[in-house]
């Protein structure tokens, strides 16, 4: 007997759906969210037009419990990005091995290319990882051109797990580690001071670790120009471009560094566990197989990566995650993203004892922005303000360590904030800080 003659004609039609579903899988989609039209107009106008941001909003399911200004942590899927993941997850598990030992090889490699073409590179020169951190632990750790009494150098802001793969060079490659303090509040120049005041006394530096956007304040740091300062000494950059892409509108060209690592999961909105590496093509053999991967050929960027099985599902939603992105614009987001932080900074920098810790200088900063109370240093300090933000005024934020001169209180905005919500943490700001009678 066949086993689906037992089934209901309504389960019959789903298996038959995702049946015709896997043929399809990977029709990337020109439009992923039907419907949204095209931002248009200048920057500033496509930025604050509420009709267009409230159809953005309109694409995402998000709880009321909470207004979530906890965004940095990663990105969640819009609908569309939501239901493609629903999809694949339903293919993958109903086609089984009769698809992934036939049809994920070419499938992965259909993402690659589209993932390659938007940030700007040759697909040659990506290959996809879980996430941002394993991208840059395998830059890091795989970069070969080390050698003993050499230096590396790094900073204060940068990620702790990047921090940590710095530091293991030290038993690795036999190099020093030296980290310096990025200052506060770090402007454009003071950071471009600080980069070549560390070059400079460290004049054995062969690799410097750069940090797009900080997931500790927000800044966005030069790194086109710092990497260029470092070129001139001979010294290659590793930039972890983790926070960037989606939420900054650039390509990875832009950045004049050899070695990038990115994620998928944060700001282009794709199912978590996704991200690449980029290694510029001539540079391939300066980065090292992947524990000494024998399953691509040495000078194919895929062996710099050796994940073994992963979430296929997730990885067949970037196109459609990455379509969505350009359906809206790197320009739009950018711009919205800027102009919701720019929102509460503008109305609560007055406040009694606030501390913004990013300067509003045009390309500083994109949605994040971390401030602190002005003496509140201490982890209790913030994690008592990020508490009561939480249970007194529904508003979530993240407290982070890590800055030298003290902890302070992360604020990341999404596509789906609107200014209803900043009003809201305006006004808990006020009240925290004493501006306003509680
Ligand atoms: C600057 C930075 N680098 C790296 C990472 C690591 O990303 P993931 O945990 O997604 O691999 C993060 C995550 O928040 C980050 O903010």
């Known amino acids: 007997m066949n086993p ?75 609908e569309p990005v939501r239901r493609e993941f629903i999809h694949q997850s339903d293919m993958v598990n109903y086609q089984n091995t009769y698809y992934a030992r036939q049809r994920v090889g ?23 990882t879980r996430g941002a951190t394993e991208a840059l632990q395998l830059l890091i750790g795989g970069y070969i051109r080390l050698k003993p009494g050499d230096a590396v150098l790094y900073a204060d802001l940068d990620y702790d797990s990047m921090q940590y793969a710095m530091n293991a060079l030290k038993a690795r490659r036999g190099v020093d580690v ?54 001139a000494k001979g010294i290659d950059t590793i930039v972890d471009a983790a926070h960037s892409w989606g939420q900054i509108d650039f390509h990875v060209g832009d950045l004049e560094s050899d070695f990038v690592g990115f994620n998928l999961h944060k700001w282009i909105g794709a199912p978590l566990g996704v991200g690449f590496l980029y290694i510029r093509k001539d540079r391939l053999a300066d980065i090292d197989r992947a524990m000494g991967d024998e399953d691509f050929a040495q000078d194919d960027i895929r062996s710099r ?57 045009a390309g500083s900063y994109g949605a994040i922005t971390s401030f602190r109370l002005a003496g509140k240093t201490s982890k209790a300090d913030n994690e008592a303000i990020v508490v009561k933000l939480r249970d007194s005024h529904k508003i979530m934020t993240v407290r982070r360590a890590g800055v030298a001169r003290g902890q302070c209180i992360r604020v990341t905005p999404a596509l789906f904030t609107d200014e209803a919500d900043l009003d809201r943490l305006v006004e808990a700001l006020a009240i925290v800080t004493g501006t306003k009678a509680g």
Do not use: C
């Open 4 to 78: 689906t003659e037992t089934l209901s004609s309504d389960r019959r039609s789903i298996l038959k759906g995702l049946a015709a579903a896997a043929v399809t899988s990977l029709a990337a989609p020109a439009m992923a969210a039907e419907g949204l039209p095209p931002p248009t107009g200048s920057a500033a106008a496509i930025a604050t037009d509420k009709t267009y941001w409230a159809a953005v909003k309109g694409l995402y399911a998000v709880t009321p419990d909470i207004v979530n200004f906890e965004n940095g942590y990663w990105g969640i899927m819009p």
């Open 106 to 128: 070419a499938d992965f490699e259909a993402v690659r290319a589209k993932v390659a073409e938007a940030v700007g590179a040759a697909p040659e020169e990506i290959a996809l």
């Open 178 to 231: 030296v980290k310096f303090d990025i200052p506060e509040p770090a402007t454009r120049q003071a950071v471009l001071d600080a980069y070549a005041h560390a070059i400079e006394a460290n004049p054995k530096t062969r690799l410097l670790l750069l940090t797009h956007v900080s997931h500790r304040t927000g800044f966005v740091m030069p790194v086109t120009e710092i990497a260029r300062m470092a070129k």
């Open 305 to 361: 990566v050796h994940t073994g099985t992963v979430n296929f599902a997730t990885v067949l939603t970037v196109p459609t995650a990455v379509a969505l992105h350009r359906q809206i614009g790197a320009p739009a987001k950018q711009a919205r993203l800027r102009y919701l932080r720019d929102y509460w900074v503008s109305r609560a920098r007055g406040f009694k004892d606030l501390e913004i810790l990013t300067p509003d200088e």
